[in-house]
Nanobody, 125 residues
Framework: VQLQASGGGLVQAGGSLRLSCAVSGHTFSNYVMGWFRQFPGKEREFVAA????????FYEDSVKGRSTISRDSAKNTVYLQMNSLKPEDSAIYYC???????????????????WGQGTQVTVSS
């Protein structure tokens, strides 16, 4: 399984970015796709996730209402649309996937077996 994240960049506060994660090598059945972010010197933290088949979504509280996770099955790609960005959103964003991740574990990085390389998001004030 391979994941390729893209779409990061430098944006002013209040702006928007759409992160993409192209996935290859798995069947998507019973898989969850997640986005995590990592601040310097910190552990990766959950941002959002989507169950591939049902498209049920989950969000971390600080991004809820400002971000939307979605997937395009034809392109095998998951997206994270982030709006009203704040300087505190600046981090490296990683996409990840795991099979059979249950809802109570969906916010934990250990539940995901495969990770992309990360894409830097920088929000200037």
């Amino acid at each position: 399984v391979q994941l390729q994240a893209s779409g990061g960049g430098l944006v002013q506060a209040g702006g928007s970015l759409r992160l993409s994660c192209a996935v290859s090598g798995h069947t998507f059945s019973n898989y969850v796709m997640g986005w995590f972010r990592q601040f310097p010197g910190k552990e990766r933290e959950f941002v959002a996730a989507i169950k591939w088949s049902s498209q049920v979504t989950f969000y971390e509280d600080s991004v809820k209402g400002r971000s939307t996770i979605s997937r395009d099955s034809a392109k095998n790609t998951v997206y994270l649309q982030m709006n009203s960005l704040k300087p505190e959103d600046s981090a490296i964003y990683y996409c990840a996937t795991g099979r059979g991740v249950i809802s109570t574990s969906i916010r934990y990085s250990w539940a995901y077996a495969y990770w992309g390389q990360g894409t830097q998001v920088t929000v200037s004030s």
